[in-house]
């Protein structure tokens, strides 16, 4: 049963009663508070000594995670579908520029160029065309290959240009884009090393050409039918280049020495993968002097065979992509100036996504339902990245080297609701603690009525968005308080255990202008969960409730000297929210000397 105090200038503790002396009082005092902060020299934007400051400023360490602390992943996002690869900017992804007409039905399963032309392979009716730049056409038929396009290769032999076409039962060539040639060894995939052309077959024969067709047999890979995939030339452990090829269980090492591949490192379950059109496909590139390689699925391998490091970067790191219906295959690694490029063939759409060494961002995605062929090329007039599917070409300018959006001239995709920017939940390391937003911040340039920033903000791990939202069209910082954040309320906060922020971008008709978010900060305070200190005299100068001096004396000692904590009251509260559980942290004893113990005892007693 809970005790009372009924009678004046008494209290309770650990079972037992006490008459108050030091004039009757108990003196109430709050004990959950944190350290003051200590600030040295310069102040900085979190030396305010009642608030703390989260910045986002950086997004450049790409998707992916779920949460943070304040202190680490802060150049990252839960996902985002926004342009963060360049620090201090947030900026809508590049414009994707669609051919305005086709003369070609079908799917080319394979692009590439030559001189000053692209040319592509037609699924349907197996026939090469060449695509007009400026027109937004494909040419007539050029030539018609043995069986379906599989891959492609531009490469120089003997200081000849040259494009092949694989195709299964051979490859088909041409120097010229007119006059075309077909080879009948089997090929699957090509590339070039060592001055000389290389492939390799369904059944894993390798072959090379020191003149163009003329092939030699070398080493077999030695697995099932249809396992070999893509040849393609990388280090080795030493650094000098040499050829891998990516199966369907793994990365394969040529030893050119002893004619014979050698299994890597790199290895994984069997994984089949197919594009769009039924093409086995084997996702691999070297870029940056490592080579990278997907298993299918999301994943991404990065080797570097001079450290003999093996790691896993791909999509699906950490908490990966959250929408369904944008996970699939990875059917395509393309390497460019400053970035890796990964082609997904995802249940909804067809979207491009670039590594830069750090994390993955969000690139573009392809006008098409069907994406075969992907190739990267300054025809054009600009570097981009050419997308094909159905007969349509779609590209999207790349950058060779840093951008400011606010300097260079850029185009930007204005569908609306795509650019979309999630940050990770913020929980400060301690989910048990109540947190209090106070403001938000964001920082913005090349706003307008049409380039716009909407903020939203979710709580406690909700699937949805508070309905407080606020769209930044002015340039500089635009501050909102919570918690009715439109409306600019008085500072009463809201209460968080955990927060986010979703920042939405749009932009009006002119392609060359984006909504630029230069920073997002989040004013906050920890709030610890209320805890009482008492102090308080007890009278000893006489007994008091059939106990004398003496043994209130030893109450009071095992009251401290108990391990567990003890109640204290010192009302009479029907609520019996005042009755607590304490710890005597102090005690001063003022003691007559002699038999008795008589004497005035100070305690201090805390919540724990």
């Known amino acids: ?258 004619a014979r591949f050698v299994r890597t490192k790199v290895q994984w379950p069997n994984k089949a993968v197919t594009d769009d059109v039924g093409i086995p496909v084997q996702a691999a590139a070297t870029w940056n002097g490592d080579i990278y390689v997907s298993p299918g699925g999301m994943a991404v391998y990065r080797y570097s065979p001079t450290q003999g490091l093996v790691a896993s970067i791909g999509l699906d790191r950490d908490a990966g992509i959250p929408d369904s219906g944008l996970r699939g295959d990875i059917i395509s690694l393309i390497p460019t100036h400053v970035g890796l490029l990964a082609v997904v063939h995802a249940a909804d759409a067809h979207l491009i996504w670039e590594y830069n060494g750090v994390g993955w961002h969000y690139l573009t995605r392809s006008s098409s339902a069907i994406v075969d062929a992907n190739h990267v090329s300054d025809i054009g007039g600009s570097y981009r990245l050419y997308c094909e599917g159905n007969g349509l070409i779609s590209y999207a300018k790349l950058q060779t080297g840093g951008v400011n959006p606010e300097i260079d001239t850029n185009s930007y995709d204005g569908t609306n609701d795509i650019a979309t920017h999630i940050t990770p939940w913020f929980n400060a390391g301690q989910n048990e603690i109540d947190k209090t937003a106070i403001r938000v911040r964001i920082e913005c340039a090349g706003m307008s009525s049409d380039e716009t920033a909407k903020v939203e903000y979710a709580l406690n791990y909700a699937a949805t968005y508070e309905s407080s939202t606020f769209t930044v069209t002015a340039n500089g910082v635009t501050t909102k308080t919570f918690p009715t954040v439109a409306n600019n309320n008085p500072e009463a906060g809201s209460d968080f255990q955990a927060i986010r922020f979703k920042l939405t971008l749009n932009r009006g008709s002119t392609a060359t202008l984006t909504p630029n978010v230069k920073s997002l900060s989040l004013e906050w305070r920890r709030k610890i969960p209320a805890r009482y200190g008492f102090e308080f005299t007890l009278d000893r100068s006489q007994g008091y409730g059939g106990r004398t001096p003496k043994e209130m004396k030893a109450d009071i000692i095992t009251a401290i000297e108990t391990s567990a904590q003890v109640e204290f009251t010192f009302v009479d509260d029907d609520g019996s929210t005042q009755n607590y559980y304490v710890d005597v942290t102090n005690m001063e004893d003022v003691e007559d000397t002699g038999h008795g113990e008589i004497g005035q005892t100070r305690l201090a007693v805390v919540e724990a």
């Open 1 to 258: 049963m809970t005790s009372r105090v009924v009678v004046e200038r008494e209290i309770f503790l650990n079972g037992e009663r006490y008459a108050l002396g030091g004039g009757g009082k108990v003196r109430t005092i709050v004990t959950s508070q944190y350290p003051p902060k200590l600030v040295l020299g310069d102040v900085d934007k979190d030396s305010n000594p009642r608030t703390s400051v989260i910045v986002w400023g950086d997004w450049s360490g790409g998707f992916g995670l779920y949460s943070t602390n304040g202190r680490e992943g802060m150049n990252r996002s839960s996902f985002s579908r926004a342009d963060g690869r360049y620090k201090g900017h947030l900026t809508l992804p590049p414009l994707v520029t669609n051919s305005s007409a086709h003369s070609v039905g079908g799917y080319i399963t394979s692009i590439n160029e030559l001189g000053v032309k692209l040319y592509g392979a037609l699924y349907s009716g197996l026939r090469i065309y060449s695509w007009v730049v400026g027109s937004d056409t494909w040419s007539s038929e050029l030539d018609a290959l043995p069986a379906q396009a599989v891959g492609s290769l531009r490469f120089t032999l003997a200081g000849t240009e040259y494009l092949a076409f694989a195709h299964t039962v051979g490859y088909t060539y041409t120097s010229n884009g007119a006059a075309y040639t077909d080879i009948a060894t089997a090929t699957v995939s090509l590339a070039f090393w060592d001055s000389r052309l290389w492939g390799i077959s369904n059944t894993g024969q390798l072959w090379f050409a020191s003149a163009i067709g003329t092939p030699v047999l070398d080493a077999n890979i030695g697995l099932p039918a249809v396992y070999a995939k893509n040849l393609f030339v990388g280090p080795d452990a030493s650094g000098e280049e040499i050829l891998y090829c990516a199966t369907r269980e793994g990365l394969y090492a040529h030893d050119a020495a002893n």
